[in-house]
């Protein structure tokens, strides 16, 4: 047994040696901090429901504490992707954005709420829905994607849909007022734009048509425009960045659309 | 940095004090020790598998220890909804039913074993499946939904969504012998009523036709009526609560089902 | 309170005396276990990514750990099964695999980072993207699967599946340079064969025509053959044994296919 | 062996049944709870040291839920005692002393460091010495003793004791300037009454005659008086009530006190 | 830095393997494992106090699981020594002993409350004192040994040891109604022989008279024999296997003794 | 309440920006690591007993990482007393002397059994012997004093000091084949000298005969020289940088000793 050890690790030792991908040892962002930083940010934007702030002082140290958290994984992000950013400047303008974003999942709740005979209370929806839980984490998600930070965006939006099943790119760009039913089997791509008053049902797709023109592509618009006031029904496919759908349109379940939709008078 | 940081808790205070939904504290149930009583009812229904039952002493100990945290959680989420119920005659009956439930339950590990030809033994479904996993958590759940439980059910069965993929409502009705295949990305909705042998694909959505109504449509029945021994392919979707599929019909893979089918013949 | 908990308990013990399933107490594999093996497994591969390999000593250490923990996990597998296997012959051969399944995910990496454009770096595909993350321990439990050790495949595969929505059986068939985009929600059953150069979206299904015929069906091709080339968007459904999608054919999004195609002329 | 255990564990039920010390279930202060506040103190009375305060919203989130923490055990012990107290005034008083007894303890490290010269520097006396850690734990936890907390006190100074062998009851009178060298194996009693600038060495005890008497001597004075700019050294006993060491005097390593000795004219 | 690490280990490898008494790998017990069996004992005796124990399931459950961890324990202490003994049969023995052990640590507890007026209630002794910690682990390590147990007695003293700074060889033979008071610095040796109702204070050491006859004197009565009704103050040596203290003497503090001390008529 | 808390907190703020001491924000040594390093040591030395050493990968993994992770502590170390060390150096010598260390130990252990008759196997000297723990973690120390490294030798010596009771100064020198019987409420000075072949007994000091002069004598030669051959039975004291304990004295139990001792011929 123990010859065939040194025989694999040798072999082993020889591909980390020789394969570029695996060879450098890297300082990766850390990803339980970054979970971490999620979980911190939750109970700032909805400080009655997960206990840690009851008061200023509790509010205050946890926006500090996530600050300089976020700070550091900024830096580690920077320098493995070898660009070079002010992660402190980045920090302040996050945190600064704050009270915007804390105000704009608030409406969210209230498109949950209002939209869903199911829920309780309104509190139910902070508390429990996979759906709310995925847009809250998409919308810090793209503040740092705006701002230019590298990995995190990813790493939480990865960590939203492991949990979820939701896969909101960071770069998307959503209005207010947005809600995602039953949340599971989401998909929204990297280009897409969505308006005002959206909702949206489990199994949709927001996506490109093709990306087998791979690489060629990064940077060009390859999803949908989703104007105000839409719905999507559950299982619906919306592919191509040239995809319009229009105001107001209802698109049906099951729907598979690639090309524009237009807008319908109320 | 601390003067920004001044600023933006300032803010984050500001809205803490003026927006009703998150400004007052509240004692919310605790997710974790909920997952924990789901744990300990999955070693006290499937006794040989998680170690935890080895005598009549752990059997009851473990018993007398889930029902009192229970209780707990059972008051913290009755005040917090507001309502008045006593936790103790619901915990009373909720493990009175237990040995039903456990039977109930055998009768689902059966189903997924004869109708899997991938599955090896029945014990791989206990220890194995997410499909089970599924509806055991919905069989628990919907227990306490039934004895008026607020907000338990739905953290429970959000949990196995999480876990699986599925989602199925505490509030649905669902008879004996079912089964999910390749369970992910199943949504089961409140007001569904499912016969017994029924077997679900993954993908499959029985829901609502429309929400966009909202809050009104609190109470009816917006989901479908599933017989007797019906099977669900993959990717089905079938909505509306005056939607009937009849006994022994075979819906097909990616259908879109808004209307009944009549019970099929043997 | 107490006679009720008393009366209950009795009642749980008879079922647990009187119910084959689950009267005996069985060594379960240790699913902790398991999914710190998939853990270090996952360092081991990509040396650079995860910190715990930094010289051949804990190259060497790594993988001798990984080995004797495994051996201790197969063996309680193949005693529950009730099958008589050599544990350390299997762990021999196991390991001796893994420089060539390292070889072979560095492709799949490849596959990934050049058929995304929305991945900034190939280190983005090994640290974020579930559906590597999905590949990486189907190629694991795959190997373990070839080797003839019971549940432990299943458990890796299914633990991949909870974090991703990806349920990839372990006894399928899959080529060199693969990559699953959005992965979720994706489903490959147990007797698929995929060739080379494939790449399939979130949504996809490669499964059984029907699996009412239950355990009848146990051994045979139940699910389809993908050839080399093949590109599968969002939401297909491809079905059947004798289903056959030939060389470099696009199966379109929500596609629902349960005839061969023939090979495309490129 | 079943038969063994269910034998025993009738006598031990039967036991529990009938001693009235085990018999009745008594909700206990809770130790991790108590040392969890020991630890948040040293770092709120010594903020350089321990990582947690790095501005004044986490020096305020420390004592608010010290504060809140506290409140809760003292609660719990008093209820114990079958005393009727009221925890928040405590606890008012308790905080509202904290910077007194930070002044004073700022004295302490003082004298550990001018008088030891194997401290390097003062902050070795603050993070490293177990002398200052027991004198540390004594000021605090003779705040809650003078504020007529039961229990709480001596498991504070237990906690000390075990950590460090040095045994200071919280009943004990103890002036500014204090340290002991070579902190372990000292016993310091319960009335006794302590100087300002006072040193002492390993071993040392200051206690009563003889106990014998047992209950009936509860609440006299039955430790020493110790004065002013007194050192004791190794092993030194001094015993009884009425045993006065006058200011300045020195006592020999060793030494059996049973009498007093008049002051030293410096 | 590599270099000289590979040289170094070289050597260490080469010690390991030329150095008897670290070449070959040993099962030792397991400390932690020994500790939880000790914690779970206290909650079995004293089972008003640590919440653990709330009715005849969690008694029964916490026997039956500490028994089936000691029996484990128990056998690798034997493999490791070389001996064969039964440990079921030893597990028995000893389990079945825990109603006396209980009582007979109830009227320690009484001792430790009437002669200490500090101690408020008898609750405050069993729950602080480290006195009673340590005779409690004694009385538990004492059954072991009686029984011949090897390694697993001496860890469970150590450990107290460490805890309370109080040295009970585990085959001391101690009477009824015993005391440690200021529990700190206490040694006992293994042959000594105490009666009932003796009190002792810190730093008294019950000792041989010299070991530097080293093992020859294996089994020999090194220790002294205590009678009934013995105090023994602060600070006191008392040494040598012939060493006899008659009953009802009071040994005075520091006192250094190496011959008998005839009763004192009372 | 509030109010108070934030004049307290005011309070509080003041004292830290006014105290030199406590104003400033320190990074200090991480204890758990230093713990850490000094458990990994352990089953460095010891490689039969802990089970991290099972070949010459893991042996070589543990070596690298302890020389890592010291590296990182002794840098925060030398930054917080401001004086210039090269880390690395320091660590390469430490770690290049291990093997050496280890030899020294095992004698201490050959010492430690054959002196004590109720020891039953070396292995339980190991194992089990807080005296051997003690001279195990004072010679580690002892490396690192001597290469100059600031207060990481004193936080090992006083954790086990907490742990054992013993309190070995980092700057001793202790000669060969040293061992601690009964190790308890020991006490050795920074500048003492202890030849080979010594053993002592709980409660001994060899100390200083008065720190009353501070500061002033850093540096001066304060404790006692010990020659070889010398026994010192519990309790004994023994002061003062001028006194010598010649070759093969005894020092009786409870001696009083401010002078030296002419060597005895034996």
Same mark, same amino acid.
């Given at each position: 047994m123990q010859d065939m050890i040194r025989n694999t690790v040798q072999k082993l030792e020889e591909n980390r040696q020789s394969e570029p991908m695996i060879s450098s040892q890297r300082i990766m962002p850390d990803k339980a901090v970054i979970i971490s930083i999620i979980d911190d940010l939750q109970a700032i934007i909805f400080? @009655?429901?997960? @206990?840690?702030?009851?008061d200023e002082y509790s509010l205050g140290h946890l926006v500090s504490s996530v600050c300089s958290r976020l700070c550091c994984q900024i830096d580690a992000a920077a320098k493995l992707r070898g660009i070079d950013i002010n992660a402190e400047d980045i920090c302040r303008a996050f945190v600064e954005g704050l009270p915007e974003v804390q105000k704009t999942l608030l409406l969210d709740v209230e498109a949950g709420y209002v939209g869903d005979p199911a829920a309780a209370a309104p509190e139910e929806v902070i508390f429990c829905y996979p759906g709310l839980y995925a847009i809250f984490v998409y919308r810090i998600a793209h503040e740092l994607y705006r701002l230019g930070v590298p990995y995190i965006p990813r790493i939480m939006t990865e960590y939203a849909h492991s949990q979820t099943g939701v896969d909101i790119h960071a770069g998307a760009t959503i209005g207010k007022y947005f809600f995602i039913d039953h949340a599971t089997g989401v998909v929204i791509g990297e280009t897409t734009i969505i308006g005002d008053n959206v909702k949206i049902y489990q199994g949709v797709t927001i996506g490109a048509l093709s990306t087998r023109g791979g690489r060629k592509l990064e940077g060009a618009k390859r999803h949908p425009t989703i104007g105000n006031g839409v719905t999507i029904y559950a299982g619906a496919t919306i592919l191509g960045g040239e995809t319009v759908i229009g105001d107001n349109v209802t698109v049906g379940g099951n729907a598979f659309i690639t090309q524009s939709i237009p807008a319908k008078v109320k």
């Open positions: 400080p @009655g429901y997960f @206990g840690k702030i009851t």
